[in-house]
């Protein structure tokens, strides 16, 4: 049986108190995503395999909604921001709130048709992410980037249709800020 309680969410280090699970995504684990290959190992040999972001959870199997925080660190590959993985959910009715706590960064959105659109991560902007559109969150600033979300807890995560052909933009730092390119490599 499930009870009430309430859980503290700090939004400075993103940090979820009671936590039902976590995990960690070191760079190198994102190997692929980043447009500059050899910059990307460069980044990886010579930085000593940062985190790039960290997730943790607050999910009751037996219940339909969870939610939990992403906590990504600054930094980048040959002038790309860190990112997440970015992907669609695997129940297509099934959409998300991204609510930023701290840290400045994009939400970079693609439609099953191809749309692209983004909205800013700041703090006090909830975005909404509908269904069937792919998301991946990009830490423009240089501080942690730390939001909450919420979703459906068996949305799912279908991964790989971001894997094997990227989002059409890419997220680059260009005279200091950041710039919404064409990504050379979409296939
Ligand atoms: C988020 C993401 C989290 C990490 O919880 O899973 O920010 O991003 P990737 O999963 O794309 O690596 C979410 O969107 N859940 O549905
Ligand atoms: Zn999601």
């Known amino acids: 049986m499930l009870f009430p309680e309430g859980v503290a969410i700090d939004g400075i280090s993103g940090e979820v108190t009671p936590s039902t699970d976590r995990y960690t995504?070191?760079?190198?684990?994102?190997?692929?995503?980043?447009?500059?290959?050899?910059?990307?190992?460069?980044?990886?040999?010579?930085?000593?395999?940062?985190?790039?972001?960290?997730?943790?959870?607050?999910?009751?199997?037996?219940c339909d909604i969870c939610f939990g925080t992403t906590i990504m660190m600054p930094g980048q590959v040959g002038g790309e921001y860190f990112m997440t993985r970015g992907h669609f959910h695997e129940r297509k009715d099934c959409g998300e709130g991204y609510y930023t706590q701290s840290g400045e960064g994009l939400l970079l959105l693609e439609s099953r048709e191809g749309e692209v659109r983004t909205v800013e991560m700041k703090p006090g902007i909830c975005a909404f992410i509908p269904p069937e559109w792919a998301h991946r969150s990009i830490n423009t600033g240089s501080e942690k980037l730390v939001f909450v979300w919420f979703c459906a807890t068996d949305a799912g995560h279908d991964y790989g249709t971001i894997r094997e052909r990227g989002m059409r933009k890419l997220v680059v730092e260009r005279d200091g800020r950041p710039a919404i390119i064409d990504n050379p490599n979409f296939a």
């Open 25 to 62: 995504k070191k760079l190198s684990e994102l190997s692929g995503l980043f447009h500059d290959a050899a910059a990307f190992d460069k980044v990886v040999a010579e930085g000593g395999d940062p985190i790039a972001y960290e997730v943790v959870d607050y999910r009751k199997q037996e």
